[in-house]
């Protein structure tokens, strides 16, 4: 018979491995392998085209390449070394232990199975995807958006001498013909937002003084309230007084106009509306409030008029009746702060005085109260963006600071500070970008604090000037 050494291997084998480099023994006549002994170390060093790079950093425990065989399980992979017996040394054998044939060559139901590394150290710049910890964020979600920067100082100050500190008073208004008007003492100024002129438009005497500015919604006349309780028509192109409506036994504060009928609230208690296109001083006459009327706004539809008083109520009136709707008393000082929403039909917003800080909101189509925050302070003024749903309040004692709201959450988007007394007074440009705020302290300050609008908004002409918008700068 030939011999193991005479016959010719069945394998290829590398140049320096010599024939006789690999060595069989059998242990017993069933020709079983007991062994494989190791092939010796090559005396030259040699290179070949296989580089093994070094594990030692490679992380492939995370994809479970390297996992150990559990103890004591045998016979998992008995058939892979059965098989790899036969190729190699060309016949099979009896069944032989995994860990003999080396754990590198053994195969894994792991293969590229992911696993959570909770021992790698995280970059510094990384961040969370979820708010939740081990929450799941789908494919769909975004980034949060970045909070809208508002500048913290007013970007132009006017000084207003004599500009009255009295709560119940409203001196402060801007048409849509970028010209606001303001009321210091017994006068009245226009300052035109797009070129900076002033203009004296009135005068009432020494024994009179402004206690009420109302531009009409097309900006081209201006409705004042005097100390002696009589309400001004004056055409703010020309200059010139066009009506005198009386009705009112005291001062009138507070004004407010619809598409055509002008209201006006007064310290006797009572509303008159006013209607120009009839000769009579007034056409109706609303009561209801026990103390001075300080607060006054019509809805955007013209449908429902919104009055507070110093008697703490707020009442909504309809534009056919004579009687309040619904008497809303929740507050517990004067509301003179009220404002409706642009952007929801039906939505009213009203603040407290003092004794009360609050901001409510109001569902008039059943009367219900949808919310009230205590802002810490007093409210002076509310309004409404017109192209972003926040809302605006000033405020008096004790911290007279401008506030921006996201409505509904009700989430403080800025702080303005910088008037050293109550802002009383607020009024806000027609491009809804830029409000004006008025104070005891004498002047009138200027914000950016809205975003501008999306789309253009539609020119009107009023037949005298452009409502187009302009930026003040």
């Not at 098989?83 to 009896?94: K, N, Q, T, Y």
């Not at 003999?100 to 792991?110: A, E, F, Q, V």
């Not at 955007?300 to 707020?314: F, I, K, P, V, Y």
């Amino acid at each position: 018979m030939e011999s193991v050494e005479a016959r010719k291997p069945s394998l290829n084998l590398p140049t320096w491995m010599s024939q006789t480099s690999l060595h069989l023994e059998t242990s017993s006549p069933t020709g079983s392998f007991s062994s494989i002994p190791k092939t010796s170390s090559p005396s030259k060093t040699t290179y070949s085209d296989r580089f093994i790079p070094c594990r030692t950093s490679s992380r492939l425990q995370n994809f479970a390449l390297i996992e150990k065989s559990p103890q004591g399980k045998e016979g998992g992979n008995e058939a892979y070394a059965r098989l790899l017996r036969s190729e190699l040394l060309g016949e099979d054998s009896l069944p032989r232990s995994p860990a003999s044939l080396g754990s590198p060559m053994s195969p894994n139901k792991n293969l590229f199975r992911f696993k959570t590394d909770n021992a790698a150290p995280t970059s510094p710049f990384a961040q969370s995807v979820s708010g939740v910890e081990g929450g799941i964020v789908g494919e769909a979600s975004t980034p949060p958006k970045a909070p809208r920067k508002i500048p913290k100082t007013p970007h132009k100050v006017l000084d207003a001498p004599a500009l009255q500190d009295d709560f119940y008073l409203n001196l402060v208004d801007w048409s849509c013909q970028n010209v606001l008007a303001v009321g210091l003492g017994t006068c009245v100024y226009l300052w035109t937002a797009s070129n900076s002129k002033v203009t004296k438009l009135c005068e009432l005497g020494p024994s009179d003084s402004v206690c009420a500015l109302q531009w009409t919604r097309e900006g081209t006349y201006l409705s004042i309230g005097t100390n002696l309780g009589e309400v001004q028509i004056w055409d703010g192109t020309r200059c010139k007084r066009v009506r005198t409506l009386r009705g009112h036994q005291t001062r009138t504060g507070v004004l407010a106009w619809s598409s055509c009928i002008l209201s006006s609230g007064s310290r006797d208690r009572n509303i008159l509306n006013h209607d120009l296109r009839v000769s009579n001083d007034f056409v109706g006459k609303l009561v209801g409030h026990k103390s001075e009327v300080c607060g006054l706004k019509w809805s955007h539809d013209d449908r429902e008029l919104a009055s507070g008083g110093n008697d703490n109520q707020l009442l909504v009136w309809n534009q056919h009746s004579q009687q309040p709707i619904f008497r809303l008393m929740e507050h517990t000082a004067a509301v003179k702060a009220i404002a409706w929403s642009p952007h929801q039909q039906g939505l009213l917003a009203s603040g407290g005085g003092t004794a009360d800080r609050c901001i409510r909101f109001w569902n008039t189509a059943n009367g219900n109260q949808l919310n009230s925050v205590d802002t810490g302070s007093q409210v002076c003024n509310l309004a409404w963006g017109r192209n972003v749903n926040e809302l605006v309040s000033t405020h008096g004692y004790s911290q007279n600071q401008i506030m921006v709201w996201k409505y509904p959450s009700m989430a403080k988007v800025a702080t303005l500070t910088g008037h050293s007394l109550r802002v009383l007074y607020l009024a806000m440009s027609p491009d809804g970008q830029t409000i004006v705020t008025g104070a005891g302290d004498e002047t009138l300050r200027f914000w950016n604090v809205f975003p501008s609008a999306r789309t253009p908004a539609p020119v009107r002409d009023s037949g005298l000037w452009s409502l187009g918008r302009t930026h003040i700068r």
